[in-house]
């Protein structure tokens, strides 16, 4: 069925379709509206079967999870940013004990300085905590990866995050197709756990491992993520089947048949960015051989879909809402990885921290730019280099030079920074 609504409460519906049995949460923006609803339909008697548990932290959210889960119920958490990283114990607990857990992450900075806007750095902070990362362009695609993660999770016993862009989707009103509660149990089964706490056969689980098996412990988790990377585009395939839709799967091309250069990116930004290739394509310009790929799974990592998308053009671009600092970009990191040996020409550029905005002009001028190879290597978008070299000055000329952020912000203008 067509409705129009708020990303968030598209997210909360499609949870309630896969009949999760615990929810727990703390709220946080930007993911406060999606177990708002969630709350809602527990109390009002929509969603059945399901009990919802208002916890004092987000840590408390991941470990009433990690409980529930361990004894048998399908689990549902959310949050974003600070909140994340609050609970990040739980989060390795969660994938070490190899818990089907799905998690909404409404991807927002990472403080100081405090920012509630969106970019890519929490969700990023964890790739290497064992969890599968997801990461939706649209609304739409959001609410179907939730419905695909329960199934994803709970085959290979392990937690997924199904990230989207703050803001951007969560609180964004679009026209989605909501599936109907019989499609999702035609596609979703009942949950059947791995393995579940049963007093009738007591087991420990998280016991202490030494060295004589933790290589292996965690070598399986590996290999459950690379068994995932096959599982992902079959239940995308199965999906569509269902729902008459493609979405989800692990990466997707767009105008990249003969494209000499290849953006690549995650998320929200895609839709601009495929705006801008239509543009340059097709205007009064025109003649630019350039297309874009899209990462909808960027863990476990789609190494070989990547090279294979890769391996015509001459150069890729990879635009990312996140930053390793001392080093650059994270994504773009892993896409070196692999096209090692191609012979490809890439440059990173970081761009929308801090939910800074990512304009069409910004993104012409930077690709066409890229066509020349006339970039450096990392590039930040948008810059305000007159704003940084002031406060470079200012710390060689006066040791004492102050809290970064706050001189900045009265640089630019800002008066909540002003000292009165």
Known sequence: MLKQMEGSRAVAEAVALCRPEVICAYPISPQTHIVEALGEMVKDG?????????VESEFAAMSVAIGASAAGARSYTATA???????VEAVYNASGLGLPIVMTVANRAIGAPINIWNDHSDALSQRDSGWLQ???????????????AFRLAEELSLPIMVC??????THAYERVDMPTQE???AYLPPYSPRQVLDPAEPVSIGAMVGPEAFMEVRYLAHAKQMEALTLIPAYAAEFKAVFGRDSGGLLHTYSTEDAETIIIAMGSVLGTIKDVIDEMRQGDNGGHKIGVLGITCFRPFPLAGVAAALQHCKRFVVLEKSLAIGIGGIVATNVRMAVTGMGLKGYTVIAGLGGRAITKKSLHAVFRKAEMDNIDPVT???????????????????????????????DVGVVAARNY
């Open 81 to 87: 940013s600070q909140g994340l990283l609050y609970m």
């Open 183 to 185: 499609q999702v149990d």
């Open 134 to 148: 997801l990461f939706a362009e649209t609304n739409q695609e959001a609410l179907d990866l939730h419905i695909q």
């Open 164 to 169: 989207m862009d703050g803001f951007i989707l």
């Open 46 to 54: 929509s969603l059945t079967n399901s009990e919802f548990i208002n």
């Open 380 to 410: 930040f978008l948008d810059l305000d280099w007159k704003v940084v070299n002031n406060q470079l000055e200012r710390e060689k000329a006066h040791r004492k030079s102050g809290p970064v952020a706050e001189a900045l912000l009265r």
